[in-house]
């Protein structure tokens, strides 16, 4: 089967990278997470990236900026073209982007998680990095900024994965084609990997009804010695303390195990984890979660009690969220 366009790049890096278990199985999971019949939208997406105008060899990209850029001398009327494909991919949730003189205003202002989080990392210089539910790839891209030698994001959103492509059109090679997308979830990275320097989990946790599963899957994907970047969902309280919410929690379906710092940590070590760290915590304000141009739909300040903003709608604590650190022992 001849390996389309789009994903070239993908497997010329599994090679590179000695990654040839996992390359074996690529076929068939690409067309798992690109199933047209699955996916209705998914052909209209694929469309609007094809279509999206051709840019000039010379341009401007910038990966280690608050604002993944890319400026690239458009006419009016490519800018407005490229603005209107652009928005055949909305939702856009992760981000800011300007792309050709666009800027994607997105729900999240994922350049604030990244600023409480890159501090604490191992310098990310000619590192492995997994990105675990990176949704269009923002921070993918700031790992590449970053200078990252391979990073692979994993997210089974089909939308996400023609988001990413869109921006791949206008970055081109300037990331050395290190940065690369593949549709699928933690359970269809091989077990027992052993390969990553570095994996992200970022607001992945909980919606796993198997929360310490997650963990080890994580564990499995990195090498000895390699660092975990768990961010997620907390509440306050002690070692003991975790919420299971009813069927929703701020307007989300599929939430589950909401822990405290504490319990969260003592999980990480139970799993296997050493050098366990909390490096941020922190309410999720309504100025880094909101609806915007680019996304249209309700945000955080919608499903928070009007009356008292420091619970949701269902009665429990609003959105907390911290970043801990830990590593798999050599």
Known sequence: M???????????AFLDQGLDAWLARLPDQLARGLDRQRYGDLPAWEKAVAKLPDLPETRRVELDRDTVSVEAALDDSQRRQAESLL???????????????VNIDTEWRSDWKWQ????HLAPLNGRRVLDVGGGSGY??????????AFVLVIDPSPRFFWQFRAVRHFVGDADGHRTHFLPVGIED????????????????????????????????????????????????????????????YAAMPNVYFLPSSAALCQWLERCGFHNVRVVDEAVTTTEEQRASDWMTFQSLADFLDPDDPTRTWEGYPAPRRAVIMANRPD
């Not at 001849?2 to 010329?12: F, K, N, S």
């Not at 409480?116 to 501090?119: I, L, Y």
């Open 2 to 12: 001849p390996i389309a366009p789009e994903h070239r790049d993908l497997y010329r």
């Open 87 to 101: 928005r055949k991919l909305m939702p856009w949730r992760k981000g800011p982007f300007c792309l050709g003189g």
């Open 116 to 119: 409480r989080v890159a501090p």
């Open 139 to 148: 921070h993918a891209w700031r790992m590449a900024g970053a200078g990252a």
């Open 189 to 248: 990275v091989p077990e027992r990997l052993a390969f990553f320097d570095t994996v992200f989990s970022m607001g992945v946790l909980y919606h796993r009804p198997s929360p310490l599963e997650h963990l080890v899957q994580l564990k499995e994907a990195l090498r000895p010695g390699g660092e975990l970047v768990l961010e997620t969902l907390v509440v306050e309280g002690d070692a003991t303390r975790v919420l299971l919410p009813g069927e929703r």
